[in-house]
């Protein structure tokens, strides 16, 4: 257990947190989500010792221990597995079995187990840091992105162990699905304060938005009485017989605490624009293979077309060939066979995560963005800028002051610069926060173009894919269906649990079932919320729109009155014309509503259904 009462922290003129704290229970899984610079990570400095607090305490019960992931690579071993025993506890440590099994769930392979720590790569030194400490008997992990640089059969393995973990968690994560899928409570770091409830990010969320709601709501209403009584007080500040009221008036303002207006918060505020395209498919794979090693080819024989509204995602563990076929695909890349014919009336745009090289140092945001397509205004680049977060002097800083993630916000400023219709996209989410995740996604279903993309986030394979080109067994090969569906028909190939006549091991396929249940509901929530919130959307404009054609044919009615008074016959038929088209557009919109109602209960039933089937089978 951990308590953290009345903290504030402060790096100069930021503020981070102001007399805010929680308290962490026994067994709680606890997901932290804020957007990037919040303070998330400083949260987890300050719990650790690390850092300091400006004023408020932290109290941990004696004896208790906290498992970080180091981003130091202090290796002093000889070998990955040795390396590995080091986190666990002392009266555990020739129980190198426990190490090998965590290894093996993070993508390393026999072999690796045997090379020197320093023989691994960048992202395989960060996993051999995780994996010490989800070995070692820890009180409290803290997480801070651990799903970075895991493929995606590692993070589903890494949501399973961190499910039956024994002791307390605080995860910070920008994927969703992988946070919504561990954790029993989520907090958030809101307007300068640590805000905790039990359930997922969308229930966290949702109460956000209605307090903000309400919170406005009552501010205007505030405003509204204010401005009655300062009225008041300055009409009859003079009059003798009225000052007792004045003076009461005078006071009850003194004492009411003005509520300020919000400061809007800031997000990435993504939109692709799309260049029409009447050609078939946009781009054609026939028969392509690649490897460095010629006689062990990443891919080979390789076929599919890209349609003009495609929606192919590429998913499989890494280091399997995932980058490189979208390299070929974006023409960095030449093929050992096979043929990539792009249609040669499309336009793409390729994001690629490790190409932050390719952006000249010694410009500035601005003139980045402005390289990028030659029609862009600098004024627009702008409004690029911003929509990327560089707001105000921020778009004039020069690139080589930029972080990582800051840098790939400009490169996907670029892309947004110029219309395409087809995105080839390798892992975009990286350096995003959560909230940036979400408009990204949206703005990649809104998108009128193809998208061929790379990505280990479940969130985004559920909510897009409709085709998947799938890297396991040592090729890649074409699913036609669903991220869904492929589960359902296929699987990953370390996912498979034998079946055996054994009690125990029957047991233990039953309890295997029931999460798979619960996995599979969760999958459900997030269909159905991505199947409704367009058509509420569209309900709600609607309605909206039906509301203020209402109120312009009342307008019109009242205007040809006038104009009958007035006998004048152009403007008498001019009105005419309009509202005629003003009730069309209202009939219209009817309609519409109808079909969209009609289309909403009908949905809805069948999610209820579905999920009252899934709560019978949890029985």
């Known amino acids: 257990m951990i308590i953290v009462e009345n903290i504030s922290k402060s790096y100069g003129s930021q503020e981070l947190f102001r007399k805010t704290g929680f308290k962490l229970n026994s067994r709680e899984r606890l997901g932290l989500v804020g957007r990037n610079g ?7 400095r300050l719990i650790t010792g690390e850092e300091e607090a400006d004023s408020g305490i932290i109290t941990v019960p004696k004896g208790y221990t906290i498992g970080h992931v180091r981003q130091e690579t202090d290796f002093t071993k000889d070998t990955v597995l040795g390396e590995g025993c080091e986190g666990l506890a002392e009266r555990e440590k020739d129980h190198f079995w426990k190490v090998e099994k ?15 720590p320093s023989e691994l790569s960048g992202g395989f030194q960060v996993r051999l840091n995780l994996a010490k400490i989800l070995v070692r008997d820890a009180d409290l992990l803290l997480l801070d992105e651990p799903n970075n640089y895991l493929d995606i059969t590692s993070i589903r393995w890494l949501t399973r162990y961190l499910n039956s973990w024994h002791g307390e968690i605080i995860l910070i994560t920008h994927d969703r699905a992988f946070m919504d899928n561990v954790v029993t409570h989520t907090m958030g770091i809101y307007r300068k304060t640590l805000r905790k409830i039990k359930g997922n990010t969308e229930k966290l969320y949702s109460q956000f938005a209605m307090e903000e709601e309400v919170y406005e709501k009552t501010r205007l209403n505030d405003e509204k009485k204010r401005k009655k009584s300062e009225e008041f007080i300055r009409r009859f500040r003079a009059k003798a017989r009225l000052a007792n009221m ?12 003005k509520l300020e207006k919000l400061e809007k918060a800031r997000d990435l505020d993504f939109s ?15 028969d392509i293979s690649y490897g460095f090693d010629k006689e062990k080819p990443l891919f080979s024989d390789l076929s599919f077309s890209i349609g003009p509204y495609d929606r192919i995602c590429v998913i499989g563990k890494n280091g399997k060939g995932k980058t490189t076929m979208l390299r070929t695909l974006g023409e960095r890349l030449g093929v050992d066979s096979g043929e990539v014919a ?22 500035t945001v601005i003139e980045e963005i402005m390289s990028s397509n030659p029609e862009v205004t600098q004024q627009r680049a702008r409004d690029i800028s911003a929509m990327m977060m560089f707001e105000g002097d921020a778009a004039m800083k020069k690139i080589k002051v930029l972080s990582g993630g800051e840098k790939s916000r400009v490169m996907l400023g670029q892309i947004i610069a110029a219309p395409v219709n087809l995105l080839i996209l390798d892992e975009p989410t990286n350096h995003l926060d959560m909230e940036s995740c979400d408009a990204l996604l949206e703005a990649l279903i809104d998108f009128e173009g ?12 559920h909510g897009l894919a409709e085709r998947l080109v799938i890297f396991q067994g040592g090729n890649a090969s074409l699913f036609e269906g669903s991220y869904q569906r492929f589960l359902e028909t296929r699987g990953w190939d370390d996912e498979q649990v034998p079946v055996s006549g054994d009690d125990a091991e029957e047991k233990q396929r039953a309890g295997i079932n029931r999460k798979e249940i619960r996995r599979k509901r969760q999958e459900i929530i997030r269909e159905k919320n991505r199947i409704l919130k367009p058509l509420e959307k569209r309900y709600g404009d609607l309605e909206k729109r039906i509301v203020e ?3 312009r044919l009342e307008g019109l009615h009242f205007a040809i009155e006038a104009a009958s008074r007035d006998q004048d016959a152009a403007v008498i038929e001019e009105i005419s014309r309009e ?6 557009e209202i009939e219209e919109s009817f309609e519409e509503l109808e079909s969209i109602s009609g289309e909403l209960d009908k949905q809805k039933k069948y999610f209820e259904r579905s999920l009252g089937e899934f709560e019978d089978q949890a029985r």
Not at 38 to 44: P, V
Not at 102 to 116: I, M, P
Request: hydrophobic share 40%.
């Open 38 to 44: 919040d303070g998330k990570t400083t949260l987890f």
């Open 549 to 551: 054609a209402e109120a």
């Open 246 to 257: 004045v003076q009461s008036r005078i006071k009850t303002l003194a004492k009411q605490e």
């Open 579 to 584: 509202i005629h088209r003003c009730t069309k």
């Open 342 to 363: 792009g249609n040669p009336t499309a336009h793409r745009a390729f994001y690629e995560q490790a190409n932050a090289d390719s952006l000249n140092d010694d410009r």
């Open 450 to 461: 193809a998208l061929i993309m790379v990505t280990h986030n479940e969130m985004f394979l």
């Open 102 to 116: 965590v290894l093996f769930g993070l993508g390393f392979s026999a072999e690796d187990l045997k090379k020197h």
């Open 272 to 286: 692709f624009l799309s260049r029409p395209f009447n050609g078939k498919p946009v781009m054609h794979v026939k």
